[in-house]
């Protein structure tokens, strides 16, 4: 049973955790649990407009004069589920189960994206064997869409000089930086014929692997955007093809698994379409071996109804195909993926005309110029409207940081091993926080997580009491 898996105190929280919602952006409840929580064990907290909640903890004795370390997490998590799954986010509690060395949920995301480093945190400040100086515990709301947490943190609301977050995926890495990101959203009213005529189908892309767009983006998994876009618009350059529907993928931070599309064709072709679904098939299966085998096309034929006419159907399929999305550009200096674009969110109908979500991310600022250039243009050539939001900085190593060099020293006493050092292309909230409290030094570690914004997310067990115990050395570590 995972309450009997060690360290206890730990595990209760993250059990605690997974049983309240906490979608980006919903919040409150998680939010009032560790108001409630901090209040019955007698913390001092404060909480600010948009959420984030400080938690805070004196000294243990012969550490009063230490400096003050702040232990950071997000308490949102994505939420992603099994096409088969009825699970309701807003509502339900994570249903939990163990598989060897393993923890998952059943059919949806785990939350261990930060949900472990969170639960870490709050351990601390109940584990009676930990030796530390003063602490602030920042747990920060709406990381997974768009940071709004600690992009809203005021100047001079942290006191602490010392930052460890505790929102990294692999045990045995040091993080010292990360990718800065940019949302890019293109959007454009659409005109629908009313008049319906062809044979209308339902085309679906599924079966994909999906994932974090950022931890995963260098994997070669299928986009089901692309592949779908693709499927139809090498159809769409032999044969007319007009456009219902299209839509696929739920977060712009996710890669998505899904996609699917209503099409018409002119009845003479029916053969032909059914052969090109088939055979494009049979290429993605060959495509994908190895790496996201379970890539399958689905059709089935549906009611007829209003299209767009076939221009505008191939010019928008070509920009779908056409969008930056994985890597791309890979580092010269460093072994890391330094550019790359998420095909996020697609959606296309007679209600909202198209809406297209990415993610840009690189670790230079020229990367992230880069693929913003390539989306302008392409937004330009169809008419689109960009709009760019949420952007956020990289992080750039600080390798003379306290916390970096002591995390090294104990991990290399913990297990006589060097820890591995690494700059990460996802993004971190480390970016923002170090923009907002420049005097900040910092680091990230965490346990080993695997499939992060998908529902094959799963953490390591026996690797979450490793790093507890790694966390638990480095705060006692930090006394001078």
Request: charged residues 25%; glycine residues 8%.
């Amino acid at each position: 049973m995972l309450k009997e898996q060690a360290p206890k105190l730990l595990w209760q929280h993250f059990m605690a955790m997974s049983a309240i919602p906490r979608p980006s952006k919903k919040e409150e409840k998680i939010c009032q649990f560790y108001r409630d929580y901090a209040k019955q064990r007698g913390f001092l907290y404060r909480e600010d407009e948009i959420g984030n909640i400080v938690i805070e903890k004196p000294a243990t004795p012969g550490y009063e004069t230490a400096p003050k370390i702040i232990l950071q997490g997000h308490i949102d998590m994505v939420c992603q589920k099994r096409e088969s799954s009825d699970h309701n986010f807003d509502e339900d509690p994570l249903q939990l189960r163990v598989e060897g060395d393993w923890l998952y949920a059943t059919d949806t995301t785990l939350g261990a994206d930060n949900g472990i480093g969170v639960a870490a945190a709050i351990a601390i400040l109940e584990d009676e064997t930990a030796e530390h100086g003063p602490l602030e515990v920042l747990l920060t709301v709406d990381e997974e869409q768009g940071m709004g947490g600690v992009r809203h943190l005021q100047p001079h609301w942290l006191k602490g000089e010392y930052l460890l977050n505790l929102d990294s995926e692999e045990e045995g890495v040091c993080i010292v930086g990360c990718a800065g990101g940019i949302d890019l959203v293109l959007t454009k009213p659409l005109h629908f014929d009313q008049e319906a005529r062809g044979l209308f189908y339902e085309v679906t892309v599924e079966g994909l692997r999906g994932g974090h767009s950022g931890i995963d983006i260098d994997q070669e998994l299928g986009n089901a955007n692309q592949l779908l876009a693709e499927l139809l618009v090498d159809y769409a350059h032999q044969s007319a093809l007009r456009l219902a529907l299209f839509e696929g993928g739920t977060l712009r931070n996710a890669i998505p698994r899904s996609a699917r599309a209503i099409v018409a064709i002119h009845e003479a072709h029916q053969a032909d379409f059914e052969a090109h679904l088939n055979e494009k098939r049979i290429i993605f299966k060959e495509r994908f071996k190895g790496v996201d085998e379970g890539v399958t096309v689905r059709v089935a034929k549906v009611e007829p109804q209003a299209t767009l006419d076939a221009e505008n159907s191939q010019e928008l399929l070509n920009l779908l195909l056409l969008l930056p999305s994985g890597v791309i550009r890979r580092s010269t200096e460093l072994p890391i993926v330094e550019t790359s674009c998420n095909l996020g969110v697609v959606t296309i109908n007679e209600e909202m005309g198209l809406m297209a979500e990415l993610l840009a991310r690189s670790v230079t600022h020229h990367g992230v110029d880069q693929v913003r250039s390539c989306v302008k243009a392409l937004a330009i050539m169809v008419g689109a409207f960009l709009e760019e939001g949420n952007d956020y900085p990289a992080w750039q190593p600080n390798l003379e940081s306290l916390p970096y060099l002591k995390l090294l020293e104990v991990y290399r006493a913990q297990t006589g091993e060097e820890m591995e050092v690494s700059v990460i292309h996802a993004g971190l909230e480390t970016g923002l926080l170090g923009e907002k409290y420049p005097q900040l030094q910092m680091v990230s570690f965490g346990p080993t997580i695997k499939g992060a914004h998908s529902p094959d997310e799963r953490v390591n067990i026996p690797s979450v009491e490793r790093f507890y115990e790694l966390l638990k050395a480095l705060l006692k570590a930090l006394k001078a």
